[in-house]
């Protein structure tokens, strides 16, 4: 079945340092990809996605690349902030065919910014 | 504003009541999601609806139930809560089933 595999962390990084998170995915067809972020108390929100090879998503200085090649879709943003800590989930969904609905996720990145 | 409402906020419940936690969505959004999320696990489909009238099951739909009388509401059932049932529980709804969903603020529940 469809699969996400992502760094758990905890991730530590200091203010202003660069960040990535990893994501990779199994999947048989040509899925959407998505990262969401949740907060301390909160729901999960959507952050960027992408929904085919090579899209660039992006917002609030995050990127991520949907790299089919690779099966790759990896966070990035030049210089965090401790605002951006929270727990990161990636994700997929396929956009047409059988089986259970709803998006598949990783089991999350939890990233800590000290100042 | 427009989203997702769920309730309660937290429950803590005896094992062996029964339970519903209820999901209005305001955004008719034909396809609605309940997932639970567990440390260490991340979050796992329970149930999913793609229009009103119709429900499936997820990856861990056991000790659960859903209904769909119409578009806006959701609830998600435990007949019979059992000590594994504590979570947080996120209802979840989309425009259609290809694209994004938007999430509501949970609800955590403790069964004791």
Known sequence: GDSVTQMEG?????????????C????????????????????????LKATKADDKGSNKGFEATYR???????LEKG?????D?????CALRMDSGGGADGLTFGKGTHLIIQP | IAGITQA?????????????LRCTQDMRHNAMYWYRQDLGLGLRLIHYSNTAGTTG????????SVSRANTDDFPLTLASAVPSQTSVYFCA????????????????????
């Open chain 2, 93 to 112: 709804s989309s425009a259609t089933r290809a694209t994004e969903a938007f999430f509501g603020q949970g609800t955590r529940l403790t069964v004791v």
């Open chain 1, 85 to 89: 800590s929270a727990v990161y989930f």
């Open chain 2, 57 to 64: 099951k997820g990856e861990v739909p056991d000790g659960y």
């Open chain 1, 10 to 22: 905890p991730v530590t990084l200091s203010e202003e340092a660069f960040l990535t998170i990893n």
């Open chain 1, 79 to 83: 210089s965090v902030q401790v605002s």
């Open chain 2, 8 to 20: 309660p906020t937290s429950q803590i419940l005896a094992a062996g009541r029964r339970m519903t």
């Open chain 1, 68 to 74: 089919k090649e690779t099966t790759s879709f990896h």
């Open chain 1, 24 to 47: 990779t995915y199994t999947a048989t067809g040509y899925p959407s990809l998505f990262w969401y972020v949740q907060y301390p108390g909160e729901g999960l929100q959507l952050l």
